[in-house]
Structure formats: structure tokens, C-alpha cells
């Protein structure tokens, strides 16, 4: 489907707006009250739970290679997971994980 311009400034507009309001309900109506303990222990894990659902279809499905996984990439995703839970910094996971796919990909 072809969108015109107008169209495509009318979604992006809609979306600004849309982000706006969902930032807005937490920052500016809720913001001077203290949360209960029950959805500050569940916010918690929402960092931890963002970057695997970023880097998993990336890593199983990769458009760089048509979609079929690769063993640099499987090498990296478990060198940074490894890494992470050894050391418990997300840091030193991701650095495990980067220089694990250059190495595994200059192998091949």
C-alpha cells in the first residue's frame, strides 16, 4: 500500500501524540504519588525484559543471512547471556557477546 505524504505526517503525528499521552500517564498524573510495591517490583524487570525481545528475532531469524540462524550469532547471543549471568553486569555481557561475534565471524 502507498501512502501519501500527507498520510505518512498524519500517522507520525498520531503516533508523537500516542507516546505523549502514554508517558504523560505515568510521568505527569501519577508522577507526585508513590507507586504500590506490587507495580514497582514488576517495573523492575521491564529493562530486562526489552533487550532479549530486541535481540531475539535477530539472532534466530537475522535478515542479513535470508533468516536462517548462524553460529556466530547463536555463539554470541549465548557468550553474552553467560556472561551476563556470571558477572551480573549487562556491560561485560554485551562486550562478551560483541567480541565473541567478530571472533566466531572472522573464523569463518
Known amino acids: 500500500m502507498n501512502y501519501t505524504d500527507t498520510q505518512i505526517w498524519l500517522i ?13 500517564s505515568f ?18 524487570y521491564t529493562a530486562v525484559a526489552i533487550l532479549p525481545a530486541l535481540v531475539a528475532p535477530l539472532v534466530l531469524w537475522p535478515p542479513a543471512t535470508g533468516g536462517t540462524p548462524e553460529a556466530s550469532r547463536l555463539a554470541a547471543a549465548a557468550a553474552t547471556v553467560a556472561v551476563g549471568y556470571a558477572t551480573k553486569s549487562p ?16 573464523l569463518t
Open 27 to 44: 510521568l505527569g498524573l501519577v508522577g507526585n504519588r508513590p507507586l504500590p510495591d506490587w507495580l514497582l517490583r514488576h517495573l523492575r
Open 12 to 24: 507520525v503525528a498520531l503516533m508523537g501524540i500516542g507516546t505523549f499521552l502514554i508517558r504523560f
Open 91 to 106: 556491560i561485560w555481557g554485551i562486550l562478551a557477546g560483541f567480541f565473541t561475534f567478530v571472533g566466531v565471524g572472522a
